[in-house]
């Protein structure tokens, strides 16, 4: 082995340092052509009310949908310069695998396979869902265990399908599945007598209901939860730059709740608050977005964009909006939910 002066040795562990300590973050490959273009690709749901649905002019709303403008805000300084791309369930991972889309927002599942097998990588979760049930009230069926013999509407290419088989045979209750491959037509075929129950994540169960139904108060979703859905965007794997900052947005949302950073506050909280977590999340007493390859205003657009995670929860999905969903899971932390951001700091 050569043997080095020591102060060539001190040297070059400087420069070691120095590098492994440099406060600017590359900017990746997707993020240099969403600039390049202008625009957020986003996967969204073909429509499912509250979470991706486009009105009758093309206006795109729901609390996946808000996540796309949070990124675009952040990224481009304009929450609208997203294209929305409708995705069924079949199409939705070859649409990200191939470039169709820089980001997919729509209600899917992290599961071990889809996240390490897929070439795909998951960023952070922003609703914590189950699988459950919706039956008519008059069938009387008042859990899934009562089911036994009975056919169920599914949509195939989801962990709906799979989760329904294995709750069938874990309770040996031989359900008979009847598969559709398009949610509308599954739909259909449920509201139209074909299947005894339906089956979906519980949140798209009420988003159903509220929008195909001819009289909501006619079907009931059951209580019981046969599975874990934890829902969140899905980037492709290879893009580490791409993948920390629709993380790191979604974090932020969530931490900007839990720290009281409001639509409406941000302004005054940013030219007032003393709170250095404040500060770092609005970017006026510390600069976080050198991390990421954004400026220092990056999340403070995005808040301004849609809101802190709350406000949109409260908006798409929450008590007060069309599908009343409680906030149960999805509450803060700090409020007997799930929802934990990891610091921005």
Not at 8 to 33: E, I, M, N, R, Y
Not at 62 to 89: H, I, Q, R
Not at 255 to 262: D, F, N
Request: proline share 4%.
């Amino acid at each position: 082995m050569k043997n080095y002066p020591v102060s060539f040795l001190a040297s070059a562990l400087v420069c070691g340092l120095t590098v492994l300590a440099s406060p600017s973050a590359l900017a990746g490959k997707t993020l240099d052509q969403i600039k390049q273009r202008g625009q957020v690709v986003c996967g969204v749901n073909t429509g499912l009310a509250g979470f991706s649905a486009a009105d009758s002019n093309g206006n795109w709303s729901g609390l996946d949908v808000d996540v796309c403008k949070a990124v675009a805000a952040a990224v481009l300084s304009d929450p609208s310069k997203v294209k929305y791309v409708p995705l069924n369930a079949q199409q939705r991972f070859t649409a990200l695998q191939s470039g169709e889309v820089d980001v997919l927002s729509r209600n899917t599942t992290f599961t071990l396979s889809r996240d390490a097998s897929l070439g795909l990588q998951a960023t952070a979760v922003t609703y914590y869902d189950g699988q459950g049930f919706m039956v008519p009230v008059k069938s009387k069926i008042k859990s899934p265990q009562q089911l036994k013999n009975q056919t169920v509407c599914v949509q195939s290419g989801t962990t709906t399908e799979k989760n329904l088989t294995d709750f069938s045979k874990a309770n040996k209750l031989n359900i008979k599945p009847v598969v559709f491959e398009k949610l509308e037509a599954a739909n259909g075929a449920y509201f139209a007598g074909r299947c005894v129950a339906y089956t979906t994540d519980a949140s798209g169960l009420a988003s159903i209901r509220n929008k195909e139904a001819k009289n909501p108060a006619e079907h009931v979703i059951l209580s019981e939860l046969i599975s874990k859905e934890p829902l969140g965007p899905m980037v492709r794997r290879g893009d580490d730059e791409w993948q920390a900052i629709v993380k790191w947005v979604i974090f932020g949302l969530v931490e900007a709740e839990e720290y009281g950073v409001t639509q409406a506050n941000l302004e005054a909280l940013k030219a007032t608050s003393e709170d250095p977590v404040v500060g770092r999340l609005l970017g006026s007493k510390e600069d976080t977005g050198k991390h990421l390859g954004l400026d220092k205003e990056w999340l403070a657009r995005a808040l301004k964009a849609t809101g802190n995670y709350g406000e949109m929860f409260e908006r798409n999905v929450g008590p007060k909006s069309a599908l009343a969903l409680p906030r149960g899971s999805n509450n803060q932390w700090n409020k007997g939910g799930l929802m934990y951001a990891y610091p921005v700091r």
